[in-house]
């Protein structure tokens, strides 16, 4: 049993009372992040709201970064996603996932940024569209590379190009290696 090394790390998938893994607890921030409610995703993933609002509000995965925390500071970027935004959202492509086409009116669906705000995307209703589950989880990954690709560029950009300390000064024409191994002069 778990009575023994109490000093254990049993942060996240650690503890053995985690209901997900740390890919799900980041997925479910992310969703949430993103405007998604808390009921949808416990639908999705077959459990309880307070689970999820358990994540959300940091008292399980407290060692994941919640980016709705560090945004707070500029609440300017991220409107509130009222019933009446999601509406208007999902009226644009008359009830449809707009990525594949199935009909949402009765199902879960996500308020997409269709370029993220973190790729410098608006939060305007043109930058929106509306996503079935399994679009949005596809649309996700992909978003996360592209923001990764941009944050390692930016790194890259903003650090001072290192000279290499160690330059090939090429081989030495003057000198020549003997089959036997001993070097002389050409
Ligand atoms: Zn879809």
Sequence with gaps: MVFKNRHQDRRGDKNPRAKFSESDAAYI???????????????????????????CRGHSWKHLARPWKAERADATRRKTMTPARRKRVLSVTGGCCAACGADVTNASWVADHILPLELSGADEFSNLQALCVPCNKLKTAVDARDIGKMRRRAKKDSEPRKESGLKSRGFSKALKKKFDGTVVRR
């Design 29 to 55: 921030i992310s969703e949430i992040a993103k405007g998604r409610q808390q009921n949808s995703l416990a639908k999705e993933l077959g459990v309880s709201q307070p689970t999820i609002s358990d994540i």
